[in-house]
């Protein structure tokens, strides 16, 4: 353990050398190592075919690895059924059991531990309170709205107080609002009950929101795994600063490098510095990140000026409520965005000449795209 | 202002509305007029005309028309006067010339054996209208049977124009000589048994095509697209062999030299041939293997609609396979398992082919006999009634299974 790190949780879960193939051809999961730590909520995020739901069903015992082990609280549990693995699930389309109450629904899990009539009781209507569905124990899902069900889904999952909940993709189903609502109930969820979380989602922000750690999938490998400000601020290649969040790019070939920064010329014209992230050398070509509230558009005659002015032309501005965007053209990037005070697009013309900067430290250098 | 205008405009554009909709309606009775009007003839009338002949009796008020007015107020006890004796001879001799006293005679004789012989005997010795007062004498002398109150009570109860006599016959009831109902005479008293039999017989290929067809339909259900395709042709295919190529063929395989004795003869299972056709077995076997794909559609349908991920969840939450699959899978698929059972078990209850071929005397279910009725001995009025049974007890099992759908309605939680 390094010095001066908090100690972090036991891992409850751990993928040691995990491979996922299909078809005897493609690996889904390429060689994953991942450690979940007692009490966290992780989340895996990736766009679809990435490996994410894959290693979600190898966890829940629904898919069993083509290579490696999985272990739950030090044990391995390769070849567990998924019924003994003690680990509740939230399904995309909620899976209630159609033929049951909600109440039955809810104290099913209870009741093939052969909980006691009593007990079981008693924790269906904890359950129902904690989910504010006290009234509608004796519905059926189908007479439920889609965010009902959801929360019928998750007290179910979490009633017989599993040692891990997972949950694929649940608010897919949702509307906009909903689902941020339920967002935020999850999350509350998960920090009075201190369950450990493991959250499947392709929606960045969704990802953001809720994690203590998001794993970055793509391509069946875990491109980063970090707290969400940390993929956000320091993604270590173009597909997670692509991701996460928006971001421009501009392509360019590294110059020279000292030290942590570099000196890249722009493939369009020009030249910035930027952070060296993930270059290999003078000579190499790089896509550079720029966050697109990171960067300040400048009129000529503006005294304000760093290693990294360019030349750039409005090519329209977007009005966006709290904000607004100006779309620029950028060194050949004609999709260059840049983050404005709501307001200050008004005094944009289109097709106006004016310049851009950002800080060193704000632009990455990272793998070409 | 708006509140006014709106209850104003209310009138007509519920006028309106039902208007568009007539036309609508209207277009929809046109199409499908054709296949009302084919119905009808084909379905509802035959239907209609069977329910009529269980109960139609003017076969004998036909013939014997006088007769039949002059026993109305008959009162049973007594022999009737000879005023009845006057009629019945003056309807036997124009029966006799116009030569329609066989229809009574059949009639008669279905409810008193042996009146086909007094009726025809008495047309036959009765010369002359016998003179006044002398009729009753005459008809006695002739045959004494005339002297029976049963023989005149026979052509009373015959008198219809409606009588309940087939459906009593159909039930193995019958009238006494009081007017009551009490069970037929032994020997006549065989439909109960047929149609214990019959139903004993469906249950049994029900429970069978069940049994079999289960796993099946789950296969279906659960493989992968292409090779549930191909399982699906399998299953199909004997819908389009002729019903009569594959009962034989079950005879091809069943007799006692056919391919399954031989078989186990030669592993040396057997040293006697198996007696496998023409008896209870063969009739299950065959009709099973013809009505097992009216189990599996319905139930593939239904577990077509039960998502994987129902499995998934049970799982999740504890439950083992089979506590999953009991508590779980099979209540989803009820809907599929009562519309096939029911299926099945309607449609054996008309089997007629099949057990004629590959069953014995004794599996002959209540269809054979029902075609007996109609073709040979063309007692339409008992085979009416015996149809007339059989489908009230059907609709009675199909009311039934629509209360118990009802009943637990199954709705999809799923939004897929």
């Known amino acids: 353990m390094e010095a001066g790190m908090v100690a972090p949780a036991p891992a409850l879960v751990r993928f040691s050398g995990i491979q996922k193939t299909y078809d005897g051809e493609h690996l889904v999961v390429k060689n994953l190592d991942l450690d979940i730590r007692k009490g966290e909520f992780i989340t895996l995020l990736g766009p679809s075919g990435s490996g994410k739901t894959t290693t979600l069903m190898m966890l829940a015992g629904f898919e069993v690895p083509t290579q490696g082990e999985i272990y739950l609280s030090d044990r391995p549990i390769k070849n567990v059924p998924p019924h003994k693995r003690d680990i509740g699930m939230v399904f995309q389309n909620y899976a209630l059991f159609p033929h049951l109450t909600i109440a039955e629904n809810i104290a099913f899990p209870l009741s093939v531990r052969s909980t006691n009539k009593a007990e079981t009781q008693e924790r269906v209507s904890a359950a129902l309170r904690m989910i504010k569905m006290e009234t509608l124990a004796q519905r059926r899902p189908g007479q439920l709205s889609g965010g009902q069900q959801q929360r019928v889904a998750l007290a179910r999952a979490l009633v017989f107080n599993p040692q891990l909940v997972l949950m694929d993709e649940p608010l897919g189903a949702l509307d906009k609002r909903l689902r941020e609502q339920m967002q935020l109930e999850i999350k509350q969820l998960h920090e009075t009950m201190g369950i450990t979380v493991v959250y499947v989602t392709h929606d960045q922000s969704e990802a953001l929101t809720m994690s203590d750690r998001i794993a970055v999938f793509n391509d069946g490998i875990v491109q980063q795994i970090d707290r969400p400000d940390a993929l956000y601020e320091h993604p270590v290649n173009s597909f997670v600063a692509h991701f996460i969040g928006e971001n421009n790019v501009l392509a360019g070939t590294v110059e020279t490098i000292d030290k942590d920064y570099c000196r890249v010329a722009l493939t369009g014209s020009g030249a910035v510095t930027a952070r060296a992230v993930n270059v290999s050398g003078p000579g190499a070509s790089t896509s550079l990140s720029v966050r697109p509230e990171r960067v300040a558009i400048v009129r000529d005659g503006s005294s304000s000026d760093g290693p990294n002015r360019l030349p750039a032309k409005v090519q329209n501005t977007i009005y966006l409520g709290d904000h607004a965007l100006a779309v620029l053209d950028v060194a050949g990037n004609a999709e260059f965005m840049v983050k404005l005070q709501p307001g200050a697009h008004d005094s944009l013309q289109h097709g106006e000449s004016v310049h851009i900067t950002f800080r060193p430290e704000d632009c990455l250098a990272l793998d070409p795209v | 202002m708006t509140a006014a205008s709106l209850t104003e405009t209310e009138v007509p554009l519920k006028r309106r ?208 697209p292409g090779r549930s395709n191909l399982l699906m042709i399998f299953v199909l295919l004997p819908f389009w062999t002729s019903l009569l190529v594959r009962t034989c063929a079950w005879i091809v395989l069943l007799q006692s030299k056919g391919v399954v004795n031989d078989s186990l003869h030669w592993l040396g299972i057997i040293d006697e041939p198996l007696r496998l056709i023409y008896n209870r077995f063969g009739v299950c076997v065959a009709m099973t293997h013809v009505l097992l794909p009216f189990m599996i559609l319905p139930l593939y349908s239904s577990m077509k609609a039960i998502s994987p991920a129902y499995m998934r969840a049970a799982a999740s939450l504890g439950a083992p396979p089979l506590t999953a699959f009991l508590r779980i899978y099979l209540p989803q698929t009820l809907p599929g398992i009562g519309a096939g059972s029911l299926l099945v078990f309607i449609l054996a209850l008309g089997y007629y082919i099949t057990p004629a071929l590959v069953g014995g005397a004794a599996d002959q279910m209540i269809s054979y006999f029902i075609a007996l009725y109609t073709t040979e001995t063309a007692n339409w009025g008992l085979a009416s009634a015996l149809g007339a049974v059989l489908l009230l007890a059907t609709l009675l099992l199909a009311l039934v299974y629509g209360k118990l759908v009802q009943g637990q309605q199954v709705t999809g939680g799923m939004k897929n």
């Open chain 2, 17 to 224: 509305l039902k208007e568009a909709e007539r036309a609508r309606q209207f277009k929809a009775l046109a199409l499908v007029l054709p296949l009302l009007v084919f119905l009808l003839f084909t379905f509802a009338g035959p239907i209609a005309g069977m329910l009529w002949r269980a109960v139609d009796d003017r076969e004998v008020r036909q013939v014997l028309p006088q007769t039949i007015a002059a026993l109305a107020d008959w009162d049973g006890k007594d022999l009737p006067d000879e005023k009845a004796y006057a009629a019945l001879a003056s309807d036997i001799q124009a029966a006799r010339a116009a030569g329609t006293i066989a229809i009574a005679a059949k009639r008669l004789n279905y409810a008193l054996n042996g009146f086909r012989t007094i009726l025809t005997s008495t047309a036959r010795n009765l010369k002359a209208v016998p003179e006044a007062g002398t009729a009753k004498e005459t008809l006695i002398r002739i045959n004494p049977a005339w002297r029976e109150r049963a023989t005149w009570r026979t052509i009373r109860d015959a008198g219809g124009p409606i009588t309940g006599f087939y459906l009593l016959a159909a039930l193995d009831l019958t009238r006494n000589a009081d007017g009551a109902i009490t069970a037929a005479a032994p020997d006549q008293a065989i439909y109960r048994d047929i149609f214990a039999r019959t139903f004993l017989i469906s249950l049994g290929v029900t429970a069978l095509c069940l049994i079999l067809g289960f796993p099946v339909a789950y296969l279906l259900a659960t493989l992968p």
